[in-house]
């Protein structure tokens, strides 16, 4: 009897223990804003693990008293300051400060210790691209056919080609379709058939967790995909949420593209006005159901999600089909995925900007599907093969080039979602030195964010941090989160006029936020004199 007791309270204590971590465990986190009167909530993943449940976060870490201080307190002294935060204790905390003209070394705590960047391996990738492949290197999807035009009809089948290209639209497809129109075809007597063998079949980066193949930020990489707008978040579309007219009505809902290749389940009721908001968008997984669940409040304005659509070549040749129904180009096949033969013949080519432009939405937004495609095209054109093997492999040839030691750099993906990724401040702060000899240069620092510049596609991720008047503008830096993972790493422009180069990683942390202390570093080397 009282062995059963004891393993009664040991499951009792698992149990509690599994409870206490769910509830701790980071959600989909909203800034509420007010619009109007109304309640306002502008989504945003900050984490990998993101679920659609949303979470306030209100914890900051503190930072130091600034009466302790004077001009004339060495640099170190300040950031060792910061960091004797009794807060920071248990976790680990890697910076690196170089001299920005000759690489010079002038600051490092833990800086060569192995840590996880997140998003600022997007660093890596982006350097790595604007030298492999080149700053006007564009990516393509083509638009072919096997067939014969004969009085007004297609005889044969149409291929969708994808060769990467992320910035695909529906526009694009509708001026295909003119094109068609503009060559006498009224109809189709062929299938449909998508071709995405430019890259491979394995559609997630190997430590992608299955809970973030939901969301646009985990979507499913093929060489054939599409983009609900110009953000360009390739594989996924958007959801808009409202409430209901009244109380107890389901909210109202609205998807771009609209389409009916995904499925809405709506469970999910209107309630009264300052109530919590625990709305939950999921995409059952496996399938392209929508399942909407949960209150939202009467005063909620427009709550925005980006679902990744399960299997995006099928997505793009659905589209096409349906646009040549709206353009009145009939046809009656089926909708196929295929190869398209060495026989056919180009209709039409659609071509994304240059890298280097493409650069300004995949780094300032942060945008994990360009991280990855970009990794399988350098596989693809260097290697001839469209994989994350061959291009991670690419990577770690062209960051040895740069001169790092590839033995501290352990790279899993394109994006830093995986948490096994390791790279030490101090190497990550040597590739931001030697980017700087590059005749690419200055379209690699434009792609960054910039502190408290407003414009998602100016400011991007830093658009709302350190916007006081003497710092805004001054920091150009990638950031990054995970689970228990803060980072930003960039340039700043002292009071000087003097550029320096830094890297904070910090690794470990439970809840909070690591913003202010982030922020509170580079408000140091701002107001710092270089001797």
């Not at 900050?46 to 914890?59: A, D």
């Not at 209107?270 to 999921?282: G, M, P, Q, R």
């Amino acid at each position: 009897m009282k062995d059963q007791n004891n393993i009664k309270i040991g499951i009792l204590i698992v149990f509690c223990g599994f409870v206490f971590f769910a509830l701790k465990s980071p959600s989909w986190e909203f800034r509420t804003v007010k619009v109007d009167g109304h309640i306002a909530e502008e989504s945003f993943p900050l984490m990998r693990t993101v679920g659609v449940k949303k979470k306030l976060e209100t914890t900051v870490y503190p930072v130091f008293n600034q009466d302790d201080l004077d001009e004339s307190t060495p640099l170190k002294e300040k950031i060792n300051m910061i960091l004797e935060n009794p807060l920071l204790e248990g976790i680990i905390t890697g910076i690196s400060i170089r001299k920005a003209d000759d690489g010079a070394l002038i600051y490092s705590h833990n800086g060569n210790t192995q840590l996880r960047p997140a998003s600022n391996l997007k660093l890596l990738t982006a350097a790595v691209a604007m030298e492999v492949l080149g700053p006007d290197y564009r990516f393509s999807t083509e638009l072919l056919t096997d067939g014969k035009i004969k009085r007004g009809v297609l005889h044969g089948n149409l291929y969708i080609k994808g060769k990467g290209d992320p910035t695909l639209l529906t526009d694009d497809l509708a001026a295909w379709a003119a094109i068609l129109k503009k060559k006498g075809i009224k109809k189709i007597q062929g299938d449909i058939i998508g071709d995405d063998s430019w890259y491979d079949e394995i559609r997630y980066s190997q430590d992608l967790i299955w809970s973030d193949q939901t969301y646009d930020y985990g979507g499913q990489i093929s060489a054939l995909t599409i983009s609900p707008n110009e953000e360009y978040d390739a594989g996924s579309l958007i959801v808009d949420i409202q409430p209901g007219e009244k109380l107890g009505a389901a909210p109202m809902i609205k998807i771009k593209p609209e389409t009916d290749y995904i499925t809405i389940i709506n469970r999910a009721k209107t309630v009264e006005k300052n109530v919590s908001n625990d709305l939950s968008i999921k995409r059952k997984y496996g399938t392209n159901q929508i399942i909407v669940e949960g209150d939202i409040p009467l005063d909620t304005a427009k709550t925005k999600v980006g679902i990744a659509v399960w299997e995006p070549t099928n997505y793009v040749v659905h589209l096409m089909g349906a646009t040549l129904k709206d353009n009145k180009i009939a046809w009656s096949g089926q909708e196929k995925i295929g190869i398209t033969p060495n026989s056919a013949v180009v209709l039409a080519t659609k071509q994304s900007m240059p890298l280097h432009e493409l650069l300004i939405p995949f780094m300032k937004l942060s945008n994990n599907i360009h991280a990855e495609t970009i990794v399988k095209e350098m596989g693809k054109v260097i290697h001839d093969d469209g994989s994350w093997s061959s291009g991670l492999a690419v990577m770690e040839e062209s960051l040895a080039d740069f001169g790092l030691n590839e033995n501290q750099i352990l790279l899993r993906d394109g994006s830093g979602i995986s948490d096994k990724n390791l790279i030490p401040p101090n190497e990550l702060t040597k590739l931001l030195y030697e980017v700087q000899k590059k005749s690419w240069y200055p379209a690699f620092e434009k792609s960054q964010p910039i502190a408290g510049e407003a414009g998602r596609l100016v400011g991007g991720t830093l658009r709302h941090r350190m916007t006081a008047e003497n710092i805004k503008g001054r920091v150009m830096a990638k950031t990054g989160s995970l689970t228990g993972v803060s980072t930003l790493s960039g340039y700043v422009i002292n009071t000087n006029g003097d550029k320096l180069i830094f890297s904070i990683m910090m690794n470990n942390y439970i809840e909070g936020s690591m913003n202010k202390i982030q922020d509170e570093i580079c408000r140091v080397l701002i107001e710092s004199t270089l001797k």
